[in-house]
């Protein structure tokens, strides 16, 4: 017969196995973090003095990020994401640099959730009216494409839908799926696609960012301070991120 303290010793027994779980997954990210040289910011003549909380040390004019931090913010960002997945919201990664954006698409489709990978167009998300009506057209375009609708037209007019098709994919091709404005935005570079973070907040979305130490960090609801200059680096906190996600989303569809 299980007995009240039984039940206690049993509920100790299983939040101290929680964490000791939290540590050694703290222990392999920051391995791995130190590893990719996450710790390495910019000069300290361009740093931003608002990030001085997430700043361990300076080395040679260097600053050097406090992974402790890194590794802690981490870990809370996967939670908050893990649930957002389960609960199905409209997840956006945004990276538009070139050490992003390969990442930025192969992580964001492997979790099936949305993404930024060009140029951010300005309006994505406060005029979102107007990008869907863009979202409509190139699905439409597809749609009579695939149906064999271009069959009648003629060699030029096909050519001329076909440059529309790329031009659209290329801007919002990972947005196709998209029918509301997103809730979450995963920012992998916060000052190459500060736009992403004003309209974010003009909307109200969560805004996750990964934030050198010449970013601004109190723009941003998650900060993950780190090295967003490595290609190492994001390539780690998108999988971190995207496993997250993918583990809530296999929650929920457990569930049905």
């Not at 640099?97 to 698409?105: A, D, F, L, R």
């Not at 609708?149 to 098709?165: C, D, M, P, T, V």
Request: a positive charge; glycine letters at 6%; hydrophobic letters at 35%.
């Amino acid at each position: 017969m299980t007995t009240a303290t039984d039940s206690k010793n049993a509920e100790k027994q299983n939040q101290e196995d929680i964490l000791l779980a939290k540590v050694a997954e703290g222990k392999v990210i920051l391995r791995q973090l130190v590893d990719a040289g996450v710790h390495f910011g910019h000069p300290t003549k361009d740093w931003n003095p608002k990030m001085k909380e997430y700043i361990y040390d300076s080395v040679n004019g260097v600053h050097v990020i406090n992974l402790a931090k890194t590794v802690e913010n981490m870990m809370n960002t996967a939670e908050f994401l893990k649930k957002q997945g389960r609960l199905n919201r409209n997840i956006l990664y945004v990276g538009t640099s070139k050490q992003t954006s390969s990442i930025v698409k192969q992580e964001a489709e492997r979790a099936n959730v949305f993404f930024i990978n060009q140029r951010w167009l300005g309006g994505l998300i406060t005029n979102f009216d107007t990008i869907r009506s863009r979202l409509n057209k190139l699905r439409e375009l597809e749609g009579a494409k695939e149906t064999g609708a271009f069959s009648n037209l003629g060699k030029k007019e096909i050519a001329r839908l076909n440059r529309q098709i790329t031009k659209l994919n290329k801007s919002l091709g990972g947005l196709k799926k998209m029918r509301g404005r997103p809730e979450v935005l995963v920012i992998f570079d916060q000052n190459k696609d500060a736009i992403a973070v004003t309209e974010g907040k003009k909307v109200n979305a969560t805004i996750i960012t990964i934030s050198d130490t010449d970013c601004d960090p109190t723009k941003s609801d998650f900060v993950i301070p780190a090295n967003n200059d490595s290609m190492r680096s994001i390539a780690i906190i998108a999988k971190y991120f995207t496993d997250a996600i993918i583990e809530g989303q296999n929650a929920s569809n457990k569930k049905r």
